[in-house]
């Protein structure tokens, strides 16, 4: 039941219904019209906020419990905050819901490792005939077998190889008979050497000395030069070489001369010549004023 018709019941008279139900017809009309509804009481903030219950989590509990605390939380905490106004404190840590935050996004990873690929089955290939064999396309084909060497060619490679040994039969004798040298200086101390070399030099000094080049002696020239002279077993110079000249070629060409001058010389013992076939004997040769002619 309605509020016009509880109005029409209360009514004394016919004509006071029909104005009571008239009145209240209009007034229910109007509410339609207008659109005036009743709703619940606005329990928002200044804010337009709604109003809940705020709760953080602390990390350290106090033991005192906080006369006028500012947020609720799971243990008492009292301080801690360096700030002066009443701040809602943060967690360092994002949670585990995405939030709208403005940046870049980020770069799609290609796979690095290749796609497996499907293995293909292993097809077996049978024969119905079972000494059948089959044939493999990439098996080489066989060479044909070489010809054999006729009798000429035969002929021709044995005389071939004759003549390589009988090269190789004098490369061996040439190098048997190659004469055996021996080299020897100043500072030799072996006896058998050492006195035949004092011969020598004693020798060829006094040759020198008597054999005195004119030109060194018209200028007045002094010098040394180092000289390496082989002796044969007979001997016989072999060859004779400047290792280090003096300043002077006249005095170089000189000494050459005065060694080939003193040949032949003793020859070699039968203590040198059973090993040696040539002595190489290398010393310093002088020319020194006075006309003297010397070795170190």
Do not use: C
Not at 10 to 28: E, K, S, Y
Not at 68 to 96: C, H, W, Y
Not at 115 to 129: F, G, K, W, Y
Request: charged content about 20%.
């Amino acid at each position: 039941m309605n509020a016009a018709t509880g109005i029409v019941e209360h009514a004394g008279t016919p004509a006071d219904r029909l104005t009571v139900t008239m009145v209240g017809a209009i007034i229910v009309h109007a509410l339609i019209v207008l659109g005036v509804t009743f709703n619940a009481p606005d329990t928002r903030t200044p804010n337009n906020e709604a109003l809940a219950l705020d709760v953080i989590l602390v990390y350290k509990a106090s033991p005192d419990t906080p006369e006028d605390p500012d947020f609720l939380a799971q243990a008492n905490q009292q301080g801690g905050g360096t700030m002066e106004e009443k701040v809602r404190p943060k967690n360092p840590i994002s949670g585990p819901i995405p939030k709208d935050v403005p940046g870049e996004a980020p770069m799609p990873v290609t796979p690095q490792a290749p796609r497996p690929v499907e293995q293909t089955p292993t097809q077996l290939l049978s024969a119905r005939d079972p000494d059948a064999t089959l044939a493999n396309p990439t098996q080489a084909e066989e060479a044909p077998p070489k010809p054999l060497p006729n009798a000429a060619q035969l002929f021709q490679h044995s005389a071939e190889m004759a003549r390589l040994e009988a090269e190789l039969a004098a490369e061996k004798e040439a190098y048997a008979k190659r004469p055996r040298r021996k080299f020897i200086t100043a500072n030799t101390r072996e006896y058998e050497f050492a006195a035949y070399m004092q011969a020598w030099v004693q020798k060829v000094e006094r040759i020198g000395t008597l054999n005195f080049p004119q030109q060194a002696r018209q200028q007045n020239l002094s010098g040394s030069l180092v000289l390496s002279v082989a002796i044969n077993a007979d001997g016989t110079v072999e060859s004779i070489k400047v290792l280090n000249p003096s300043e002077y070629p006249v005095l170089d060409k000189a000494a050459i001369h005065i060694v080939e001058l003193a040949g032949p010389y003793a020859p070699f013992p039968a203590n040198i010549s059973e090993s040696v076939d040539i002595l190489h004997i290398t010393r310093t040769w002088r020319f020194l004023q006075g006309m003297r002619f010397g070795s170190d």
